[in-house]
């Protein structure tokens, strides 16, 4: 889904550019509020990483990969997932040449704002839905959660996509093809590869979710276990009363 250079206008990468950075600014505000959780963002950022390498070439100059913001933002939460987002497209942009560097502002929007932000969005929806449904808010089982998360999933890629076509239309050329010199399709043609490739990230999250949250409840198991254990008495044979002899 990065956009290179040379596909979207100057003026509409300055719009672009100033939202990403606006949303920026203001989840860096938002970090200033919390104790963000810089080491699981570190390893979450390597794991952005190894999940954009998976490119599938689609017509024009687009790809289609795993983004990885739903389940970054359901880690570390939406704010810090939302910079960490950002700095693996920059990283990307200037070490790899994996999009534009003019284009950086349209990646961020595309993959970051609408991926992270529209992707925990959606996950917190479905969590609350099924609260009201079950009228039992905030003790939603492992499976909901991991549902959840899967649902979200594919929404965050949909949103990803269709942020993408709307930058594109925007800015952009009319077709693929006026950009390879080569018969292609709109960016709007390309969506259904993006809901299928969307699925794929569905699975890949809610069985993360899935196999993180059955290991919680294991270990949470495991420390009760052990704590029982700690206070049991122990017969102490000094504090015993002297058995009679007969």
């Given at each position: 889904?990065?956009?290179?250079?040379?596909?979207?206008?100057?003026?509409?990468?300055?719009?672009?550019?100033?939202?990403?950075?606006?949303?920026?600014t203001w989840?860096?505000?938002?970090?200033?509020?919390?104790?963000?959780?810089?080491?699981?963002?570190?390893?979450?950022?390597?794991?952005v990483v190894?999940?954009?390498?998976?490119?599938?070439?689609?017509?024009?100059?687009?790809?289609?990969?795993?983004?990885?913001?739903?389940?970054?933002?359901?880690?570390?939460?939406?704010?810090?997932?939302?910079?960490?987002?950002?700095?693996?497209?920059?990283?990307?942009?200037?070490?790899?040449?994996?999009?534009?560097?003019?284009?950086l502002g349209?990646?961020?929007?595309?993959?970051?704002?609408?991926?992270?932000?529209?992707?925990?969005?959606?996950?917190?929806?479905?969590?609350?839905?099924?609260?009201?449904?079950?009228?039992?808010?905030?003790?939603?089982?492992?499976?909901?959660?991991?549902?959840?998360?899967?649902?979200?999933?594919?929404?965050?890629?949909?949103?990803?996509?269709?942020?993408?076509?709307?930058?594109?239309?925007?800015?952009?050329?009319?077709?693929?093809?006026?950009?390879?010199?080569?018969?292609?399709?709109?960016?709007?043609?390309?969506?259904?590869?993006?809901?299928?490739?969307?699925?794929?990230?569905?699975?890949?999250?809610?069985?993360?979710?899935?196999?993180?949250?059955?290991?919680?409840?294991?270990?949470?198991?495991?420390?009760?276990?052990?704590?029982?254990?700690?206070?049991?008495?122990?017969?102490?044979?000094?504090?015993?009363?002297?058995?009679?002899?007969?």
């Amino acid at each position: 889904m990065h956009i290179p250079d040379g596909v979207i206008d100057p003026t509409t990468l300055v719009v672009a550019g100033a939202a990403s950075a606006g949303a920026l600014t203001w989840s860096a505000r938002e970090l200033r509020r919390g104790s963000p959780r810089l080491g699981v963002a570190l390893a979450g950022a390597a794991g952005v990483v190894l999940a954009h390498l998976a490119d599938v070439s689609l017509p024009g100059p687009y790809t289609a990969h795993l983004i990885g913001g739903t389940l970054l933002a359901i880690a570390v939460g939406p704010w810090l997932a939302l910079t960490t987002m950002a700095s693996v497209l920059a990283l990307e942009a200037l070490l790899w040449h994996d999009g534009g560097t003019s284009a950086l502002g349209v990646n961020v929007l595309v993959m970051g704002v609408a991926g992270v932000l529209v992707g925990y969005g959606a996950y917190r929806a479905v969590l609350a839905l099924a609260g009201f449904l079950r009228r039992r808010p905030g003790r939603d089982s492992p499976w909901v959660r991991a549902g959840a998360a899967a649902v979200a999933a594919w929404v965050s890629v949909l949103a990803s996509a269709l942020t993408l076509a709307a930058v594109v239309a925007l800015g952009g050329p009319p077709t693929v093809g006026d950009v390879m010199e080569a018969p292609g399709a709109t960016v709007g043609e390309l969506l259904p590869y993006y809901a299928a490739w969307g699925l794929l990230e569905a699975a890949l999250t809610g069985g993360i979710v899935a196999i993180v949250l059955a290991w919680k409840r294991s270990m949470a198991r495991l420390e009760n276990a052990t704590d029982v254990r700690g206070r049991m008495p122990v017969d102490n044979p000094a504090t015993q009363a002297p058995v009679p002899v007969m």
